[in-house]
């Protein structure tokens, strides 16, 4: 079936580094988007940062611009969210969510992983 | 950036009530524009896409409408599984944007 299986999350200190990851399965995953969507705790959702199908294009939200890098390995069918200077505000759970289009998010995600959670703390 | 504004931020209703939620976008996205619903300590899942289209497996009483700056999401005799929050989000330009959530309770 149609799945994406994050991981990577944990505790960390403010100011270092984590990698996030998210595994694809039932599809063709190098025909489709990728985006990471993240919730802070009792919040709502923030839209993070979009991968087109082949990785040339990506895109990001200003509030993670410059700190984190998504990326993609097709042969491995697994997204990746490399986290550098890790802030408290980015406490939340992380989730990866495939395009439904083979255009960059125009018709929405339709599929979701379960979530990772990174927690930022001294 | 796409500020996308929801309203209300949460509302009380009844098994078989007719529920409308509203979304403006702080400029013209078209149609751009999908609907989520989350349950508690679940993931998201796609309802409505392009303002209108149902995402297939979802239930008809779930509905999309609007154009340009201001969208509903519309649920027909609500459910006792369709209490959750919802979100809408602008798929028009980069970076995409989501509203503040509306959860519907009992």
């Known amino acids: 079936q149609v799945q994406l299986v994050e991981s990577g999350g944990g505790v960390v200190q403010p100011g270092r580094s984590l990698r996030l990851s998210c595994a694809a399965s039932g599809f063709t995953f190098s025909n489709f988007g990728m985006n990471w969507v993240r919730q802070a705790p009792g919040k709502g959702l923030e839209w993070l940062a979009v991968?087109?199908?082949?990785?040339?294009?990506?895109y990001y939200a200003d509030s993670v611009k410059g700190r984190f890098t998504i990326s993609r390995d097709n042969s491995k069918n697994t997204l990746y969210l490399q986290m550098n200077s890790l802030r408290a505000e980015d406490t939340a759970l992380y989730y990866c969510?495939?395009?439904?289009?083979?255009?960059?998010?125009?018709?929405?995600?339709?599929?979701w992983g379960q979530g990772t959670t990174v927690t930022v703390s001294s | 950036d796409i500020q996308m504004t929801q309203s209300p931020s949460s509302l009380s209703a009844s098994v078989g009530d007719r529920v409308t939620i509203t979304c403006r976008a702080g400029?013209?996205?078209?149609?751009?524009l999908s609907w989520y619903q989350q349950k508690a300590g679940k993931a998201p899942k796609l309802l409505i896409y392009a303002a209108s289209s149902l995402k297939s497996g979802v239930p008809s009483r779930f509905s999309g409408s609007g154009f340009g700056t201001d969208f509903t999401l519309t649920i027909t005799s609500l459910q006792p599984e369709d209490f959750a929050t919802y979100y809408c989000?602008?798929?028009?330009?980069?970076?995409?944007?989501f509203g503040g959530g509306t959860k519907v309770e009992i």
């Open positions: 969510a495939k395009d439904q289009g083979s255009t960059i998010a125009e018709y929405g995600m339709d599929v």
């Open positions: 989000q602008q798929t028009h330009s980069t970076p995409l944007t």
């Open positions: 991968i087109s199908f082949d990785g040339n294009e990506k």
């Open positions: 400029q013209s996205i078209y149609t751009f």
